[in-house]
């Protein structure tokens, strides 16, 4: 029987205040914290907590037969623990069915495996995959990217960072002839899986979940119910990617309606498999070898200007990397944590105001006028926090260091323990 990956993505990054060029060396913090407490409480609250406990009793309806994925920013990770750390009980509990799964990312949410930072990339994901094992218990076993970025250079470095297999975005551009609905190797790893993310169906499912109130959309619903019967049986794995707010807010119960009827339609009428990747990887094998250069995205009216951008973008990766070695030598925590958020994806896509990201969910909030306002508020939180790396430094370099002095031997002698016996030859 055909299967249904579905995986919901979480993703909140660390907003930045207004951060003029007065403010460089005065100590100022970079965040907007009033507005990232009230989005991410918000977003539990409205959101994901609702949400949880509704999928896991849908879960237990269905006797074992409802599986799922969640894919959590690091950043995202960060504000749970900040500010709303009962959700991680809530998001164990879904991990303790052994029917959801957790996939890795990178932990800034960053496009650091589009960058040269080879190592840096290499921890970024080694440290999102220790926290997902932490905190929930398992260790991920597919990759997903910031955005779904992919590419042969990504495919490898997910690879040497532990990954045997990769989530991306199926576009037409790219598959071309090609089904979505299959797994396939990469073209220079070819040890590592490649799942396709289902473009036409997910986004009918988020959309369809969007606007549940509209009276077609239970017509939509069926036509997408549809629409997956048809798929042919020798296509093995639909994925179905799509943001987890699709099911919570205000209008959640009609959203968990339609879900509901979404699930069950499926399980009763047994049109396909609610799988987990880990299984669709031991279960399937690849049909053929998938390569590009150019980077997949997962981005409405996605064109490859995106990564790694217009001149505003480059010129601020380019200058943020250039700091890489010398946060690779600092100890300060708090530089660390800044250099994380300085590289999630959301602060270069305010810097094009043609990407939809920047369309759909900054404009209406007014975050920046431009993307040349966008622009200098990032440079001048990155000329602070360089002055900040320069002066942590100077501050290492001159701590003095403190030798005691070796006490003569025959002055100390000592009996020492090895496994309960006493060794006296050091006496």
Known sequence: ????????????????????????????????????????????????????????????????????????????FDQFLIYCPELFTSFRQLADTGLVEFTGSTDSHSIVT?????????????????????????????????????????????????????????????????????????????????????????????SILHNPDKTEAL???????????????????????????????????????????????????????????SNVMEQYGAISEFGTDEPICWTEGFHSDYYPGNQLQKDAISQLYKLSKKVENTYDNDLKTDWKNLQTSDHFHLMDENHPDYKSNYSSQNTYKSKYEAFINYMNILEDFRLRLKANKDKQKALPIHHKPIPPLEKHKQSVTFGGKIDHSFA
């Not at 576009?171 to 790893?189: D, F, G, H, I, V």
């Open 1 to 76: 029987m055909k299967n249904i990956c579905l995986y919901f993505q979480i993703h909140h990054p660390f907003f930045f205040q207004t951060f003029r060029f007065f403010d460089v060396g005065e100590s100022k913090t970079y965040y907007d914290t009033w507005r990232i407490e009230k989005e991410i409480q918000d977003a539990a609250t409205n959101y994901y907590i609702p949400t949880n406990t509704y999928l896991l009793k849908l879960i237990h309806k269905h006797n074992g037969k409802l599986r799922l994925s969640f894919n959590i920013s690091g950043t995202a």
């Open 114 to 206: 589009l960058s040269e930072q080879k190592d840096e990339c290499i921890q970024n994901i080694k440290r999102s995959r220790e926290r997902t094992e932490y905190y929930f218990g398992q260790k991920p076993k597919l990759f997903v990217n910031t955005d779904l970025l992919f590419n042969n250079r990504i495919a490898g470095i997910a690879s040497e960072a532990g990954y045997s297999s990769i989530l991306t975005n199926g576009t037409k551009k790219m598959l071309q002839w090609r089904s979505p609905n299959y797994l396939y190797s990469a073209e220079n790893q070819k040890q590592t899986s490649i799942f396709f993310r289902n473009e036409i169906f997910s986004d009918k499912l988020s």
């Open 219 to 277: 017509k939509q619903m069926k036509e997408l119910l549809a629409a997956l019967n048809d798929i042919q049986i020798d296509e093995p794995v639909i994925n179905l990617y799509l943001k987890y707010k699709a099911l919570g807010g205000t209008n959640r119960f009609a959203k968990q309606r339609l879900f509901q009827a979404f699930v069950s339609t499926i399980i009763k009428k047994q049109i396909c498999n609610f799988n987990l990747p």
